[in-house]
């Protein structure tokens, strides 16, 4: 078997990812775009050179051997951003779990240890194959070596073989350092000589060969002020030569034995990428391993119930439903299993629904019951004519609390985690996607058996911890009886006009129509404006538009690329415009339309209560949380979501500005405390005391500054991510950040003191004792350090704003029952609560629901709510 060898230039690749894609994070706040864009590129490489030794070389730190001749070496270089420094963890983590090797080296560069394994390996006869974002290696071809490096995009890759550098430049690989000795590079601050660009360079290498056969012969070369330039750097030459030279002798420790490659652990692999909310990358892998979780051999005595006596029931039972898919408005439920103090029973699904007994316990309030997943199995039970009750114990919700980063999905992995008690996850007992299948029924008793008993094991053990926590209130008290509501609230449904939405639907065919006839016009010639190919060719040949990224089959036409093209060209306006209203028509128009039910025209979310870190709750199938609203045609899709009775109306109220008011609260500022109850407009305020100018003299600029300032604080915002969001430099961000902490001492005081107190437990905590655990807050590597200090900054705000929402939902439904209403909650969308009324009911909901919100929590600022009404979702915005 042939040997081949990739060497990736580990930081340049990294780089070259970052500022490649826009800023990507994923549900736990942790920025992506980097390590997803080096992933791509680990499977580009895996599955097209199929290597049999693989390393990723590091740069091991901003010192090297090159500094000792020249102190000013990369100098120059921006700090690098802290959102690009804190995804270095991840991806070393990422190289691992793909079982390849990484290696760095005091002193030396990435590069170096490249050039030094590349000729070992040329030597022992392997096909070498290098990859980097830096020419310099470039100068490593040879027949045996080629080098890859990467254009405007992640995985669009130029080789370089020493055929190819003759081409383009004209000279061997050898004289790659020579042209960068005379031409320097301002990246690396390598100084060459002073006027000599690429093309003098390459003029002069083709008639002198190297830079010392050009010092050796300065008075041949034409042209006086040339001569005169090499003449007086000559030394500036030599020593930019040293530089750019890539030594072949580094001291590595590391042997190429060290560097097989025998593939990923692709459990681990899913892991992470599960971790990083990598879905497309989940999807297109195949996971041939046995999810956690291992096969318990031991017997366990369980009884197959066919007719349901009282002799089963008990005043504290576990009850577990089983429902094969994540989406339990459409799945059916499988079978049902019990346990209690008379033992562990499996119940078929008819024997359930066809027992009087079986009803009447499952709507007992008093009969306490301990489920996985409240919400879930209130629905599922509900669909099918069943009312459960009394349910006060979920070890869903209750893991979710104790440690919210566990993504734990399942009854196998809370067990595990919680208690160590191992049952087979049902990846490996009902197969995987297409494959899977329910098994015969006693085997089916049998493990629906074992979970219903790991819950009511669970029960005592998992509340003592809550309580050792101080979280049983925050469980008992506001997840549980949330979820209950949750549960109605997705069982109600939310109606549309089915026809409003067939009318929008028209109207944006018409709109697109229109978009595409313009875009023709531009274009001059009619083509498929969704064929990335076309479209391409338009754009950078007939059109002459500047090619920002290439792909293998062309040009890259994706939304960054078009974005930074918008201001070339009207026809690209036209295309990101006719690309959003397409958008709109297939995901929210169609999208609706599929999943609204025929007869009732009711859509049926789910709220996710165990999702996100922070506390959040989101929505899937559909995302009723994330309905466009920038664009008119995106927020008309509202018009569509309309009451379910006649005469009723629709009314909204959303919390003001809550993550600002918290953060004022628990940083206790006066400057921001004084503002929020003189019920200041708290962006003008900031600029105010940021700029030193009167209410009066704040500019609309000055405003916008504020208000990103005063948002990204919330969000532990760097200089970086500032100066992206404003269009202004580091360091106009860096100074208006420093500005905004001297105008709230306050501020200041809180982020320092939020991450000495979670150095010192381990976690941050809401006002609710929510907490998040944040481990990494004491590594020893800065990167992951830094992140975990943001975390700890911003985790208090957005998860206490996240609870206090709660709070408000589950006061709301006390209310509405209290008052003997028949408003309901349909939606809970961020900081807002939707409901749907009778008109005769709005005078009364104007009181109550601004007067629960606002007494959900009492803070040292007021909390504010401001609320709209009409016939649609959209006419209450």
């Known amino acids: 078997m042939e040997k081949k060898i990739v060497l990736i230039d580990g930081n340049s690749i990294a780089y070259r990812a ?43 730190g901003k010192t090297t051997f090159r500094h000792a001749s020249f102190k000013q070496y990369k100098g120059g270089r921006q700090k690098t951003p802290p ?13 691992d779990r793909f079982g390849i090797s990484q290696y760095e080296l005091e002193n030396y560069e990435a590069d170096d240890i490249i050039g030094t394994l590349s000729l070992q390996a040329e030597k022992e006869g392997f096909e070498v194959k290098i990859i980097s974002g830096d020419k310099d290696l470039t100068q490593l071809s040879s027949p045996s070596t080629t080098v890859g490096i990467t254009r405007k995009g992640i995985t669009d890759i130029e080789v370089y073989t020493p055929a190819h550098i003759q081409e383009k430049y004209g000279i061997g690989p050898g004289q790659i350092i020579d042209m960068k000795g005379l031409m320097g590079d301002a990246s690396d601050n390598i100084p060459g000589i002073p006027g000599v660009g690429e093309k003098t360079a390459l003029k002069l290498l083709h008639q002198f060969g190297t830079v010392e056969n050009l010092l050796e012969s300065i008075d041949e070369v034409s042209g006086q002020k040339l001569k005169e330039k090499i003449e007086e750097h000559k030394e500036s ?16 420790e590391i ?67 089983e429902i094969l898919e994540d989406n339990y408005h459409r799945a059916d439920i499988i079978g049902i299993s019990m346990s209690n103090k008379n033992g562990d029973f499996y119940i078929p699904v008819e024997a359930a629904l066809r027992s009087d007994v079986f009803k009447t316990w499952a709507g007992d309030e008093s009969k306490r019951k301990a489920v996985f997943d409240a919400k879930r199995s209130i629905v599922a039970l509900k669909r099918r004519g069943i009312e459960l009750k009394g349910v006060d114990f979920d070890i869903f919700l209750a893991s979710y609390i104790l440690d919210p980063s566990e993504s734990v999905d399942d009854v196998a992995a809370i067990a595990k985690s919680q208690r160590g008690i191992q049952i087979q996850s049902d990846e490996a007992f009902y197969g995987k996607g297409a494959k899977r299948s329910v098994p015969e029924e006693d085997r089916l008793g049998e493990h629906l058996a074992r979970k219903s008993q790991a819950i009511f094991n669970m029960m005592e053990p998992m509340v003592k911890k809550l309580e050792e926590h101080e979280q049983y209130q925050l469980f008992t008290e506001l997840e549980m009886p949330l979820a209950i509501i949750l549960a109605q609230m997705e069982v109600q449904g939310v109606t549309v006009d089915v026809d409003r939405l067939k009318e929008m639907g028209v109207e944006l065919s018409q709109r697109l129509k229109a ?79 599929k999943v609204a039910d025929e007869k009732t025209h009711k859509v049926h979310t789910r709220f996710n209560q165990a999702l996100t870190a922070t506390g959040r709750l ?49 940083a206790n500022d006066e400057g921001l405390i004084e503002a929020f109850r003189a019920d200041m407009d708290i962006h003008t305020k900031t600029a105010m005391d940021v700029f030193h100018v009167s209410q009066d003299e704040v500019t ?20 970086y991510g500032l100066s992206q969001s404003l269009g202004i430099t580091r360091k106009e961000a860096g100074k208006f950040i420093d500005q ?21 437990k381990g976690y941050s905590t809401t006002l609710l004792q929510r907490r998040r655990y944040i481990p990494e807050i004491t590594s020893r590597n800065f990167n992951l350090r830094s992140f975990a200090e943001r975390t700890a900054m911003n985790t208090p705000i957005q998860g206490s704003a996240a609870d206090i929402i709660k709070l408000a939902m589950i006061n709301m439904s006390e209310r509405l029952e209290e008052e003997n209403l028949q408003a309901r909650l349909l939606l809970q969308v961020h900081d807002e609560l939707i409901f749907e009324a009778p008109r005769g009911e709005l005078e009364m909901l104007m009181k109550i629901v601004p007067e629960e919100m606002e007494r959900a929590i009492e803070l040292k600022v007021p909390l504010k709510v401001d609320y709209a009404y009409g016939p649609t979702w959209f006419d209450a915005k």
């Open 515 to 593: 978009a595409e006839e313009k875009i023709h016009q531009h274009a001059g010639e009619s083509f498929n404006i969704n064929s990335p190919k076309q479209l391409g060719v338009i754009l950078f040949e007939k059109l002459g538009l500047p090619v920002v990224k290439k792909t293998k089959t062309g040009y890259s036409t994706s939304a960054d690329v078009l974005e930074k093209l918008e201001n070339e060209h009207e026809m690209v306006r036209e295309i990101l415009h006719y690309r959003q209203l397409g958008k709109l028509k297939s995901t929210y128009i169609e999208g609706l339309l």
């Open 237 to 252: 030459a030599v020593l930019s030569k040293q530089l750019a030279t890539i030594t072949r002798q580094a001291p590595i």
């Open 618 to 666: 989101s929505s899937t199938d559909p995302n009723l949380q994330n309905i466009p609203i920038r664009l008119e045609e995106g927020r008309k899709i509202r018009q569509a979501f309309i009451p379910s009775e006649k005469d009723w109306i629709i009314f909204a109220a959303d919390y003001s500005q809550i993550e600002l008011r918290v953060l004022a609260h628990i």
């Open 700 to 719: 609309p600029n000055m405003r916008r500054h504020a208000k990103a300032v005063n948002f990204g604080i919330v969000y532990g915002i760097s200089d």
């Open 18 to 60: 970052f500022f490649a894609l826009p800023l990507l994070n994923n549900d736990k706040g942790i920025h992506t775009n980097s390590i997803y864009g080096f992933t791509m590129m680990l499977n580009k490489i895996l599955e097209e050179e199929k290597p049999t030794h693989m390393l990723v070389a590091f740069d091991a």
């Open 83 to 95: 959102e690009l420094s804190e995804q270095f963890p991840f991806i070393r983590d990422l190289l």
């Open 255 to 321: 042997k190429l034995g060290d560097t097989v490659y025998n593939g990923m652990d692709k459990s681990k692999v899913i892991s992470l990428y599960k971790e990083l909310g990598f879905q497309s990358l989940l999807d297109k892998m195949e996971d041939t391993s046995e999810a956690e979780g291992d096969i318990v051999q031991e017997d366990i005595k369980f009884e197959k119930v066919e007719e349901i006596t009282s002799s089963l029931i008990a005043a504290e039972s576990s009850l577990y439903i």
């Open 740 to 760: 905004y902490l001297e105008s709230f001492p306050g501020v200041q005081e809180y982020m320092k003191e939020s991450i000495h107190e979670a150095k010192k």
